[in-house]
């Protein structure tokens, strides 16, 4: 079993320091479907799901240094954990 890495962030007022310990899936090149389908199987080996960041490749991301991209990622990934967004109504009212 592997051991649980620290927490990914802690807050200091706005600022967030990270370490580079964090878990991340950066995916290039991929199909959205695709993409879904290796999320749910990533998501359905681990304990802590929620503690790996994924994410697609954009033109600003490739330009990016890893160690920035990662910080970044890991920021976002942080605050959406503390303020998830809503989650989306089906259309047909279930």
Known sequence: MRAQPPPLAEATGSAYIFSMSERVIIMHGFEYT????????????LESPRDVIFAKSTEN???MKLSDL???LSQDHA?????????????SGR
């Open 70 to 72: 990662i910080e970044d």
């Open 34 to 45: 695709e993409i879904d389908l290796i999320m749910r199987a990533v998501k359905k080996t």
């Open 61 to 63: 991301s490739l330009t």
């Open 79 to 91: 605050y959406l954990k503390e303020n998830p967004p809503p989650i989306a109504k089906d259309p």
